[in-house]
């Protein structure tokens, strides 16, 4: 069946703007991208500069869109550290959207306030794809992570999946949690009390997915065949003392993983700190390595059809 390509010139703001169909759509996509030689792919940006504005720091997001959109042949110009651009001499998100607008054809943005890729893509003629909006959504590491599900399981139903960490600032789990929705699944959801997901995304939904709430992993690991882990936010705590308190929760090691199915497969959308000790970087239980290899496939395969109405 040929899908119809709905992301063509649209923004990537939330998750929830696309259906089921789109999402796989885009993982079709990107089997398709991954099949293709270098020169093969090099006409689908070619011409085309990616603009990307991150206020935050960002390895993995960043590269991955810059390395996705040298493999399609375009290029990309962007600010990746605010000091060194007129942000710091107190330029308005709004002008630097517009100035941006000018001189790229697709603009990749990160930035501390919740809303701000919505109203970005309002004042943008071109694209806007949003690489993380405050604690609110960051829907490309979801697309990449429901992509790794499903090549490294494969399949996305009938699944248990736990998301352990900070519930309730991290943003790649909002956005995977929207996405999770469209399949037959069943979650548990790991954090201190003070840090779990925020009440609006449970009622939004709670009639979609079967859904636990924990505050230990220890019992619920043994049930999982993901294991979705996340850094605790520090930055994003207004009070520092709140995030002593909870640091240091959890940890994957050795030791926790020897009770769990063998087929277990542990995510993280990194940067990792200290929830997950090095030492089971070499499990064959360990995917987020690939899952960040995944992550410029999809990309490249969202800017892809974001720029081009029929690639294939
Ligand atoms: C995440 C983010 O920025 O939200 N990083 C990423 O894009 N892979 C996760 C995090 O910072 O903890």
Redesign the pocket.
Known sequence: MTRTNHFFGKDIVSIKDFSKDDLEFIFETTDKIRKLKPDEKSEFGKGRTLGYIFY?P?T??RMSFEAAMASLGGSSIGIFDSKFSSIEKGESLADTIRIMDLYSDIIVL?HPNDGSSRYAAELSNNPIINA?SGSEE?PT?AMLDLYTILKEKGRINNLTIGIVGDLKY???IYSLLYGLKNYQVDIYLISPPTLSVRSESIYEIRNKINIKQENYLDEVIKKLDVLYV??I?KERFPDTQEYEKVKGTYKIDDKILENTKTDLSIMH???RLDEISHLVDNSPKAIYFKQAAYGKELRAALLTVILNECPF
């Open positions: 935050e960002s993995r997001t990160r993380g960051h590491q991290g943003r790649t996340t850094r936010q959308p990194l940067p």
